[in-house]
């Protein structure tokens, strides 16, 4: 895997979650005209969004240090144990820094 090239970074860098996560407004409650379950109803939406916003964000700087990984020659080695990580583990989980081994391991 050492000297992978450009067409791991394409893979990586073409990733649905590259793209930047626009900045959203909080959910705003209209305290006079809903009743409680609605404004429960949309606590309950904006703490989905923020959750997803911050795996979003999780998944853009895994996909970086991929990135990075791929600069230094690092990328396809485990980070654990430094043994080659299996080409179909990278095509499945491309900014995996774990062999399957070291993985289970936790």
Request: hydrophobic share 40%.
């Amino acid at each position: 895997m050492r000297g992978v090239g450009n067409c791991w970074r394409f893979a990586i860098s073409s990733s649905p979650m590259m793209r930047r996560p626009r900045k959203r407004a909080p959910v705003t409650l209209d305290q006079e005209s809903v009743g409680r379950l609605s404004r429960i109803d949309a606590m309950q939406v904006q703490a989905m969004a923020l959750a997803a916003q911050r795996h979003r964000q999780a998944e853009c700087s895994r996909i970086d240090a991929a990135l990075m990984r791929i600069d230094s020659g690092d990328y396809g080695w485990c980070v654990r144990c430094g043994e080659e990580i299996e080409a179909k583990r990278l095509d499945r989980a491309p900014a995996t820094t774990m062999c399957l081994a070291c993985a289970k391991e936790g």
